[in-house]
């Protein structure tokens, strides 16, 4: 079983640093799932990116996900996907990848999610949870809300995202996610190791707040 804890998206649009050092800093700090994103590699380097990564993750004991591009994760031999509505459809994608990798789906609004888990879907990315300036086209926020809502609808894991830091994920933990998945909260920390290790500590409370509720 996959722990989403906390998923950190890497991205080199962010504070100038590289995949590979957002990769590592984010591992060192705690989290539990890595995405590599990078709408603007050619598919030859992202493949080169997402192998070194790859060998980073599987020091850690943690998977990588690709961001849209079913061809680079099965050939850099990732363990997921992650999809959008203009990517593959997912049921295209499970049967390129097989049933063994972890194949994630953005969804907005609880009946994207019902249908994404009934295509296929391992997990669920909902949001922008709060408003981003990370992801130009991630739409109006859909607050925590609308995740307890799609927690409610769908039987596979939830994480939330966007907007989020350790400030606010415990709130979206206690709403029911799964985990928080985050890009510049690390990506461009000061000290993105610390800033990956507090979110996970957000994470741990707000679950502990649930489970006390």
């Known amino acids: 079983m996959v722990d989403f804890s906390l998923y950190v998206i890497t991205s080199a649009d962010v504070a100038g640093r590289s995949h ?37 993750t599987r020091q850690a004991g943690v998977p990588l996900i690709v961001n849209d591009r079913v061809d680079v994760a099965l050939a850099a031999d990732a363990d997921g996907v992650h999809l959008g509505p203009d990517d593959l459809p997912l049921e295209a994608a499970r049967r390129v990848l097989g049933p063994r990798r972890i194949i994630g789906a953005s969804v907005g609004t609880v009946a ?15 949001g922008p949870v709060y408003s981003t300036a990370t992801k ?25 995202i966007g907007g989020i830091t350790a400030h606010n994920a415990a709130e979206v933990i206690r709403a029911g996610a799964a985990g928080v998945a985050v890009i510049s909260a690390v990506a461009a920390a000061p000290d993105a190791v610390a800033a990956a290790r507090a979110l996970l500590e957000a994470v741990r409370a707000g679950r502990a707040g649930r489970a006390a509720a």
Do not use: F, N, W
């Not at 590979?20 to 080169?48: F, I, N, P, W």
């Not at 994207?112 to 909902?126: F, H, K, Q, S, T």
């Open 112 to 126: 994207e999610a019902i249908r994404a888990e009934r295509e296929g879907a391992d997990y669920l990315g909902v």
């Open 136 to 160: 130009a086209d991630a739409g109006p926020p859909v607050g925590v809300e609308r995740v307890a809502a799609v927690v409610r609808a769908v039987g596979i894991p939830v994480v939330g």
């Open 20 to 56: 590979e050092e957002v990769a590592a800093a984010a591992l060192a700090g705690g989290a539990t799932v890595l995405q590599v994103r990078d709408k603007r590699m050619s598919a030859a380097a992202l493949y080169r990116v997402a192998c070194r990564l790859r060998e980073l």
